[in-house]
């Protein structure tokens, strides 16, 4: 039985996509952070989720498959090399499990996307955005707030020279406290109906954002990033036992 909450034909997946790829940390998605796997904080999170009827990863690598089945999660299919490089879009990804998966029966209705490199996103995150998606009946998108603003952002000439890029009519001093808040996706959650995806439209189409904190939205994607995560797991930690 691969369904943990049989509703009906119409189904929730929770998918991890995980390459065995990476750049700028060799085996990323196995890394260490806090005494497990760091693949092993995304699949915690989603079977805590049980509004998720399958969690599976998406995977080329073995020992990203071993390690998902070991904690709890499925790997149903081997990802093909075409869609496991660093140039594969996201989108692909979705797709090709989903039809993997619809392949097999089970018939996906809605799929949220949990990225692994995203290792502090809750439970209680996957459920609000689950209800936000619901609620709006639209793509729903995880997204933190940023410091960073266009009017406050520069290139640099071949002179070093610091070129503006935002349009003329923002090229004026001003605080930053008087700008705008912006927001940005922090790869977190993503969710989307596979009606959506079956019209070849994209997670942002006229999407909802879901708000979360910075301390939730930290994203592995170099060295420092994974040294952050695990000092504020640690720190987390240790909080924890001076309480105890």
């Known amino acids: 039985m691969w369904s943990r909450n049989p509703r009906g034909p119409k189904l929730i997946l929770g998918l991890i996509p995980a390459r065995g790829g990476s750049k700028g940390i060799p085996h990323k998605n196995l890394a260490t952070v806090g005494g497990k796997p760091l693949i092993a904080w995304t699949i915690d999170a989603a079977l805590a989720c049980a509004s998720l009827d399958r969690i599976v990863v998406s995977s080329d690598d073995s020992g990203i498959i071993e390690t998902a089945v070991a904690y709890g999660a499925e790997a149903p299919f081997v990802r093909p090399a075409e869609l496991s490089s660093d140039t594969a879009a996201m989108l692909s990804v979705v797709c090709h499990a989903v039809s993997a998966l619809r ?3 089970f018939q996906v209705d809605t799929v949220v996307v ?10 209680a995150d996957i459920r609000a955005c689950l209800a936000l998606h619901n609620e709006r009946g639209c793509p729903v998108v995880s997204v933190t707030r940023t410091k960073a603003n266009p009017a406050w952002m520069f290139s640099m000439g071949d002179d070093g020279r610091l070129l503006r890029r935002a349009p003329l009519e923002t090229q004026v001093p001003v605080r930053r406290q008087d700008l705008p808040e912006l927001v940005v996706p922090n790869g977190a959650i993503y969710v989307i109906s596979a009606g959506d995806l079956d019209a070849d439209r994209s997670f942002f189409d006229n999407a909802a954002g879901y708000l979360m904190p910075p301390e939730r939205s930290l994203d592995i994607d170099e060295p420092f990033d994974l040294d952050l995560v695990r000092l504020l797991v640690e720190a987390r930690r240790m909080g924890e036992v001076s309480r105890d």
């Open 114 to 123: 949990l990225q692994p490199t995203s290792p502090l996103r809750t439970a």
């Open 103 to 105: 392949s097999g029966g």
